[in-house]
């Protein structure tokens, strides 16, 4: 298969699909009348206006290490296929995988860091009222 048919096999559907997800939202947001006041932009908790400080704080303390895992996670799926690949004879199959997994180890640094900063704030581990 050609670099022409695999575009065209996947690239076309995958922007046909964006256009159309986004023609859709402009012609939608064209008849919708948007006429924002004060009230309907505040903000609402369970229904009524907020006031004062909140009653309760929802912890967060965990949310580093669920980054972790969600980044980490596609990155061991795709090794799991890579291993059953047959890479000994094929030098140009083996150059393309260490191509996605370098730009999968690119993309998902900065949200390695992220999460890791995210692990070690204190803030986020002390329990409030």
Same mark, same amino acid.
Request: glycine fraction near 8%.
């Given at each position: 298969?050609?670099?022409?048919?695999?575009?065209?096999? +996947?690239?076309? $559907?995958?922007?046909? %699909?964006?256009?159309?997800?986004?023609?859709?939202?402009?012609?939608?947001?064209?008849?919708? $009348?948007?006429?924002?006041?004060?009230?309907?932009?505040?903000?609402?908790?369970?229904?009524?206006? $907020?006031?004062?400080?909140? =009653?309760?704080? +929802? $912890?967060?303390?965990?949310?580093?290490?669920?980054?972790?895992?969600? %980044?980490?996670?596609?990155?061991?799926?795709?090794?799991?296929?890579?291993?059953?690949? !047959?890479?000994?004879?094929?030098?140009?199959?083996? =150059?393309?995988?260490?191509?996605?997994?370098?730009? +999968?180890?690119?993309?998902?640094? !900065?949200?390695?860091?992220?999460?890791?900063?995210?692990?070690?704030?204190?803030?986020?581990?002390?329990? =409030?009222?």
């Amino acid at each position: 298969m050609s670099l022409v048919q695999s575009l065209v096999a +996947f690239g076309l $559907p995958s922007i046909l %699909t964006l256009a159309l997800g986004y023609g859709g939202y402009k012609i939608i947001s064209l008849m919708v $009348p948007h006429n924002p006041t004060p009230l309907k932009i505040s903000r609402f908790e369970a229904g009524n206006i $907020p006031y004062g400080e909140g =009653r309760l704080w +929802f $912890p967060l303390q965990y949310y580093g290490y669920l980054l972790m895992y969600v %980044t980490i996670e596609p990155i061991l799926v795709l090794l799991f296929a890579i291993a059953s690949a !047959p890479l000994l004879g094929n030098f140009i199959l083996f =150059r393309n995988l260490m191509i996605i997994i370098g730009s +999968f180890i690119v993309l998902i640094y !900065p949200v390695m860091h992220y999460s890791m900063t995210q692990i070690n704030m204190i803030q986020n581990w002390e329990l =409030r009222q």
